[in-house]
C-alpha cells in the first residue's frame, strides 16, 4: 500500500486518512479530502456493496466451517482415525 508523501497522521481525522489513502486522484490534490467528492448516492452504493459482500464472505465461511465440522463427524462416524 503506497502512502501520500504529505500525509500527516496528526492532522487528520479516520475519515480524512480513509479518503487519501485512495490516492492518486487528480481532483484531491488540491483538496483536503477525497471522501467529500463522492456524493451520498455514490456512498450509499459504496456501503451498500460492502454489506453485500460482507454478508457473502459470512455465509461462504459459516458454509466451510459447517462441512469441516460435518466431515470431522463423518470420520468418527466411520471410525477413522
Given at each position: 500500500m503506497r502512502f501520500h508523501p504529505d500525509l500527516h497522521l496528526r492532522d487528520l481525522h479516520?475519515?480524512?486518512?480513509a479518503g487519501r489513502l485512495h490516492w492518486p486522484h487528480p481532483q484531491a490534490r488540491d483538496t483536503r479530502s477525497v471522501?467529500?467528492?463522492h456524493t451520498p448516492s455514490e456512498d450509499a452504493e459504496i456501503a451498500k456493496a460492502?454489506?453485500?459482500?460482507?454478508?457473502a464472505t459470512l455465509v461462504m465461511l459459516l458454509v466451510v466451517l459447517a462441512a469441516i465440522a460435518f466431515g470431522q463427524e463423518a470420520m468418527h462416524w466411520l471410525g477413522v482415525s
Open positions: 479516520w475519515r480524512d486518512l471522501a467529500a467528492s460492502t454489506v453485500y459482500v460482507s454478508v
